[in-house]
């Protein structure tokens, strides 16, 4: 089993930045690709970013290119989402998930493990 972890979330205001980490324990060799994924108050929880294994590949929510960055430092076995320029359709509660296929997923179904979230809010 691997346990994920994220911290981070808060009050922001429109146009600031805050840096989500997702720390995962247990058995992490098992984890390939990682991702984030946001759960917006009375919608679907959707796709926002994903990064491969090695950290070469990143995918992303077109609406959050240019201004979000996934990454990760497999030797702490964490993962990052930077996420600067905020507007206040950015507020959802994230969440972190984990991966033991091969390949990097962009739909929630593929992930195995999940965080319990942290919540955003951006304020207008």
């Known amino acids: 089993q691997v346990q994920l972890v994220e911290s981070g979330g808060g009050l922001v205001q429109a146009g600031g930045s805050l840096r989500l980490s997702c720390a995962a324990s247990?058995?992490?060799?098992?984890?390939?690709?990682m991702g984030w994924f946001r759960q917006a108050p009375g919608k679907e929880r959707m796709f926002v970013a994903a990064?491969?294994?090695?950290?070469?590949?990143?995918y992303y929510k077109d609406a959050v290119k240019g201004r979000f960055t996934i990454s990760r430092d497999n030797a702490k076995n964490t993962v990052y989402l930077q996420m600067n320029s905020l507007k206040p359709e950015d507020t959802a509660v994230y969440y972190c998930?984990?991966?033991?296929?091969?390949?990097?997923?962009?739909?929630?179904?593929?992930?195995?493990?999940w965080g319990r979230g942290t919540q955003v809010t951006v304020s207008s």
């Open positions: 998930a984990a991966d033991r296929s091969l390949g990097v997923a962009t739909h929630e179904g593929a992930y195995d493990y």
């Open positions: 247990g058995r992490t060799f098992s984890i390939t690709a």
């Open positions: 990064i491969s294994r090695s950290g070469t590949s990143t």
